[in-house]
C-alpha cells in the first residue's frame, strides 16, 4: 500500500472533531493553508448518544435496577432535545 492510498483512506473517513476551511494558496510554492476549527457540538452529539448506548446495555444487564432504568429515559430525552436544539439553531 503507498502512502497516496492511506492518505485516500484516512481522508475519506469524515473526521467530526474538527471544520477545516482553505484560506489561501500560494502559487508560487503550491502550498495551502488552512484554518482548523474544533466542533465542540459534534463531540457533545456523539457523547450523548454513546451514555446513551451504554446505558441500554446496562439496562439490559440490569433490568431490576430502576436507577438505570430512570437514566436511561433522561437521557434519552436529553439526546432527542440536544439534537432538537441543534438542528434548529445551527442547521446541522
Known amino acids: 500500500m503507498k502512502l497516496l492510498d492511506i492518505i485516500n ?4 473517513e469524515e473526521d467530526t ?3 477545516t476551511i482553505k484560506t489561501s494558496e500560494d502559487p508560487e510554492t503550491n502550498s495551502t ?6 466542533t465542540p457540538l459534534r463531540a457533545v ?5 454513546e451514555l446513551s448506548e451504554n446505558l441500554v ?15 436511561k429515559l433522561i437521557v434519552g430525552k436529553i439526546k432527542k432535545i440536544l439534537k ?3 438542528s434548529k439553531t ?3
Do not use: C, M, N
Open 9 to 12: 483512506i484516512i481522508t475519506e
Open 17 to 19: 472533531r474538527f471544520t
Open 33 to 38: 493553508t488552512w484554518d482548523v476549527r474544533p
Open 45 to 49: 452529539v456523539q457523547s450523548v448518544e
Open 57 to 71: 446495555k446496562a439496562v439490559q444487564e440490569h433490568p431490576e435496577d430502576q436507577k438505570l432504568v430512570q437514566y
Open 84 to 86: 432538537i436544539h441543534i
Open 90 to 92: 445551527y442547521g446541522k
